[in-house]
T-cell receptor, first 115, second 114 residues
Framework: AQSVTQPDIHITVSEGASLELRCNYSYGATPYLFWYVQSPGQGLQLLLKYFSGDTLVQGIKGFEAEFKRSQSSFNLRKPSVHWSDAAEYFCAVGALGGGYNKLIFGAGTRLAVHP | NAGVTQTPKFQVLKTGQSMTLQCAQDMNHEYMSWYRQDPGMGLRLIHYSVGAGITDQGEVPNGYNVSRSTTEDFPLRLLSAAPSQTSVYFC?????????????FGNGTRLTVT
């Protein structure tokens, strides 16, 4: 069965520290992968996506993610976290060409940032 | 540019009542969709539409109806609300359903059914 796992429900980091949010997926077809961020009271905003090519993708707000096919992972990273990064982060996976109606979301990781 | 607008922001219903969650977009997007967000479960697709007059079911369609009479609007109807429908509902739209153009989300409607 197709699935997305975000192993960490909550993560707390200090401002200025590095961040890595984990995402593992199980998908039969060639996946396309997304990371979204949800600030309190807001809808989801796309941070970055991977379809093909370079396995290290750059996104908005200084985030990057690396696709590792051998590990079925698509972890999100940021070298130095800002207080404004406190939010909930969702990983999502779909099939290349499969459309958004086939997109599967993970359960989310809530990030807290200590000053 | 308003983007995706959802109304109301908050709603409390009693079991058995009906209501319509409104969603409108001003970006001329063909694809529109409704998700529900529940703690620990991420977002789950309720219904979607690839254009005016065309709708289809997502992962969790039971208890919900939709219609798409115009490109701009995609209302979600609850005919007889149940406590299990307590959730946060998001509408999202994009240019076409290929997964290439980004999904634009509204700010959500928080629904409580007592």
């Amino acid at each position: 069965a197709q699935s997305v796992t975000q192993p960490d429900i909550h993560i707390t980091v200090s401002e200025g520290a590095s961040l890595e949010l984990r995402c593992n997926y199980s998908y039969g077809a060639t996946p396309y992968l997304f990371w979204y961020v949800q600030s309190p009271g807001q809808g989801l905003q796309l941070l970055l996506k991977y379809f093909s090519g370079d396995t290290l993708v750059q996104g908005i707000k200084g985030f990057e993610a690396e696709f590792k096919r051998s590990q079925s992972s698509f972890n999100l990273r940021k070298p130095s976290v800002h207080w404004s990064d406190a939010a909930e982060y969702f990983c999502a996976v779909g099939a290349l060409g499969g459309g958004y109606n086939k997109l599967i979301f993970g359960a989310g990781t809530r990030l807290a940032v200590h000053p | 540019n308003a983007g995706v607008t959802q109304t109301p922001k908050f709603q409390v219903l009693k079991t058995g009542q009906s209501m319509t969650l409104q969603c409108a977009q001003d970006m001329n997007h063909e694809y529109m969709s409704w998700y529900r967000q529940d703690p620990g479960m991420g977002l789950r697709l309720i219904h979607y539409s690839v254009g005016a007059g065309i709708t289809d079911q997502g992962e969790v369609p039971n208890g919900y109806n939709v219609s798409r009479s115009t490109t701009e609007d995609f209302p979600l109807r609850l005919l007889s609300a149940a406590p299990s429908q307590t959730s946060v509902y998001f509408c999202a739209s994009t240019t076409e359903n290929t997964g290439i153009s980004p999904l634009h989300f509204g700010n959500g409607t928080r629904l409580t059914v007592t």
